[in-house]
Every structure is written in C-alpha cells, then in structure tokens.
C-alpha cells in the first residue's frame, strides 16, 4: 500500500525556517518524481516545488524560488522540503505526492499526502 | 508561465445531473493534462491523466477529453459522492500550473 506522511510543520515566525519531510512507503521510491503542493486557507492549490526520480532535475515555483529548496534521499525513502525566509502568504497546508509514471520524470500525480500546516505570523 | 482557466467556476448541479467543466491553457500543452477531485479537508485524488486516461479506480462516469489548449471533465450522471472541488493541472512545462478550481455543489 502507498503511503506518503508529511511532518515537520508548525507555527513559525515570519523570516524562520523549517523543514518539511514527507516519508514514503510502498512503491519503488527512486523511480518516481515528487512533489510539494500547498494550499492556503480556504484558496486553490498551488504547485511549490518538484524533484526527478533520482533528484538530478529540481523544479521551483517562482513564488519560492531562493528561499525553498526541494531534496530527496532515496536511501531513507524520504523527500524533504527546507523552507526559509518564511513569509505570511506561506501559509498553507503542505502537500507531498507521487508521479503516476515511473519514469522519474512524469508529473501528474497519484498519491497525496495527509498534508503538514505551516503557520507564519508572530 | 502556462495559465490554466477553469470554467466554471461554480455550478449547481442535482444528482444524475450531466456535469462537463473545461479547462483552457494559455498555450499548447498537447495532453499534458490532469483532472484531480479534492473533498474538505481531505488531499486531492486524481481522476484523470495524460488528458483522457482514466486513473484505475475512478469511476466510469468520469471522463476527460480534448488535446492543445481546450480540455473537458465530463461527469456523465453525478453522484452523491461527487460533490467537490475539481482542479485541472498542467505538466507540459515548468512552472507547473493548476488551475482555480470549480465547485460541484449540489442543486
């Protein structure tokens, strides 16, 4: 069964970090792009950030460019999202999901994440 | 950027109902298109890849259509279950994009 658990977020104060872990389970981990999604409260989603299979290509959106940065080590199973320089409109629940295709660089995906709430306000 | 446009972006709709919302992209995707439902509260669920494949376990009465800038997602008689918020997303180019969704709510 495939099963993404997100963790690591929290109540932060604007200009603070974190780092968001989404563990992985049941699928061949190295063969399939990842992906951060996040949705702010009561909005639509918003595409974050994106890793190839075997992290060779990272993708970032615009918004968070030079203050996220998305990694994975496939030997823990394990994608990871260090995020910096918080700001408030970074509020959101965070979302990890699985490409559908296994060919590490397919990027529509499957499997979601139950999602980690990152709050940012002093 | 690729701008996604969802339309509508709210429709009332019965049970049994014919419900199609579309999707237009601000340039070709060819079918780099994904159709995903998402509940309150709960992770979005893909309905829909690669434009018209139908992810295994979805239901029939979902289908997606259309290739370039124009897509569809017909739900062919609605269902209980089916009311929700339906996204469409992109995977031509980076950045990728969704668009801002349409509201299923019930008549």
């Known amino acids: 069964e495939v099963q993404l658990v997100e963790s690591g977020g929290g109540l932060v104060q604007p200009g603070g970090s974190l780092r968001l872990s989404c563990a992985a389970s049941?699928?061949?981990?190295?063969?399939?792009?990842m992906t951060w999604v996040r949705q702010a409260p009561g909005k639509g989603l918003e595409w974050v950030s994106a890793i190839s299979g075997i992290g060779e290509n990272r993708y970032h959106a615009d918004s968070v460019k030079g203050r996220f940065t998305i990694s994975r080590d496939n030997s823990k199973n394990t994608l990871y999202l260090q995020i910096s320089s918080l700001r408030a409109e970074d509020t959101a629940v965070y979302y990890c999901a699985k490409g559908i295709v296994d060919s590490g660089n397919y990027y529509h995906f499957d499997y979601w994440g139950q999602g980690t709430l990152v709050t940012v306000s002093s | 950027d690729i701008q996604m446009t969802q339309s509508p972006s709210s429709v009332s709709a019965s049970v049994g109902d014919r419900v199609t919302i579309t999707c237009r992209a601000s340039?070709?995707?060819?079918?780099?298109l994904a159709w995903y439902q998402q509940k309150p509260g709960k992770a979005p669920n893909v309905l829909i890849y690669?434009?018209?494949t139908l992810q295994s376990g979805v239901p029939s009465r979902f289908s997606g259509s259309g290739s370039g800038t124009d897509f569809t997602l017909t739900i062919s008689s609605l269902q209980p279950e089916d009311f929700a918020t339906y996204y469409c997303?992109?995977?031509?180019?980076?950045?990728?994009?969704f668009g801002g969704g349409t509201k299923v709510e019930i008549k």
């Open positions: 340039q070709g995707i060819r079918s780099w």
């Open positions: 049941g699928f061949t981990f190295s063969r399939h792009a």
């Open positions: 997303q992109q995977a031509h180019s980076f950045p990728l994009t």
């Open positions: 690669a434009a018209s």
